[in-house]
């Protein structure tokens, strides 16, 4: 059984083909290049760009799987949530196939998508986990009972933990998307020379942009509108020390979440997930604690269509199907 994974949610278009939950190809092409000099994802850009490049993509994967349209038994999408434009490229175009090669189609939560793509490389992870979801769109923490059984015991309350980082970036003049940036900055800083506050929230839930403004004044000491940023302001050390309290928070309760709900195994998921100091220090205080820590490679953090053709592949063998008059939306819980 071959199933095409199609994403289109964000900025990144993606094709992929899976033979069973076995990953033969998956591709993915950015459109940072584009939505940079706007410092942040501009979605009718990005849905023009979608459209523009989708059908090489998924050409690019049934290619690089070896096999052809024919052979594809399963067409699996993300139709929730994102940017609307964008999504709606890619439920056409997924729909279209699946009604030109009468096959079954498939939508997929793109935040489920995220979650599973640590099975993708663990396939005997086994049920239950603790999952943080950590990405642009998303900061949140689930206990996974089993496939399809999603339990949240906490979520951000204002920003997700990456746009918090994409923010950071802009206030510094780092260009789009800011995380990966500030990861590399930040390990030349010192992560003790600025003490931001941090929000001290009861239980899961997780608040970043009290952190966010305590960044921008600091910032503000060293900026003018017409000389820009004062090169006394040591932007490694800002990075370095945003960067230990964003982490400190997102693993703090991750591993409460594991130990208070008695849950031994973790996964990461989501664009953040490729933070080196979050795996750093997640899998130091999971070893410290017996807890078993599932770390997505970094191709299957970012956005990606594979994790999304396995979410679809496994709601298909429970007997889902969805309807041609499958609509994508903008924001949905999981
Ligand atoms: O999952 P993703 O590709 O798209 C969404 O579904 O949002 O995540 C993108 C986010 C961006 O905010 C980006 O800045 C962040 O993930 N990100 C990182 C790193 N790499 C990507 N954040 C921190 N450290 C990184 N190394
Ligand atoms: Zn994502």
Do not use: W
């Amino acid at each position: 059984m071959l199933t095409l994974g199609i994403e289109t949610s964000c900025d990144e278009t993606a094709a992929a083909v899976i033979r069973g939950t076995t990953v033969l190809s998956s591709v993915v092409a950015s459109q940072v290049k584009i939505h940079e000099k706007y410092g942040g994802v501009v979605p009718e850009l990005a849905a023009r760009e979608h459209i523009r490049n989708l059908m090489p993509i998924i050409r690019e994967a049934l290619e690089a799987a070896s096999v052809e349209l024919k052979d594809i038994g399963l067409a699996a999408v993300t139709y929730a949530p994102g940017l609307i434009g964008a999504l709606l490229v890619g439920v056409s175009a997924a729909k279209a196939i699946a009604y030109a090669q009468n096959i079954p189609l498939i939508g997929v939560h793109h935040g489920e998508g995220h979650i599973l793509a640590a099975q993708i490389e663990y396939p005997d992870i086994g049920y239950p986990y603790v999952a943080l979801l950590v990405s642009g769109g998303h900061t949140a923490l689930y206990q996974v009972q089993e496939f399809g059984k999603y339990r949240m015991l906490g979520r951000t309350r204002d920003d997700a933990a990456g746009e918090a980082y994409d923010k950071v970036a802009k206030m510094l003049d780092l260009p789009y998307p800011g995380g990966p940036v500030i990861d590399r900055l930040a390990q030349e800083g010192n992560h003790e020379a600025i003490k931001f506050s941090r929000s001290r929230l009861e239980g899961y839930d997780f608040s970043f942009s009290g952190l966010k403004t305590a960044v921008r004044i600091h910032v503000a000491l060293f900026k003018s509108a017409d000389k820009g940023i004062d090169p006394a302001l040591n932007i490694k050390d800002v990075a370095a020390s945003f960067q230990t309290t964003v982490v400190d928070i997102l693993v703090g309760k991750t591993i409460q979440a594991a130990v208070e709900t008695g849950v031994k195994k973790i996964v990461v998921a989501g664009g953040v997930a490729a933070n080196s100091l979050l795996r750093k220090k997640m899998k130091q205080q999971s070893d410290e604690r017996g807890i078993k820590l599932y770390l997505p490679g970094m191709n299957y953090c970012i956005d990606n269509a594979a994790m999304i053709a396995l979410a679809g592949y496994l709601h298909y063998q429970r007997g889902e199907r969805s309807g041609l008059d499958l609509n994508p939306q903008a924001s949905m819980p999981l």
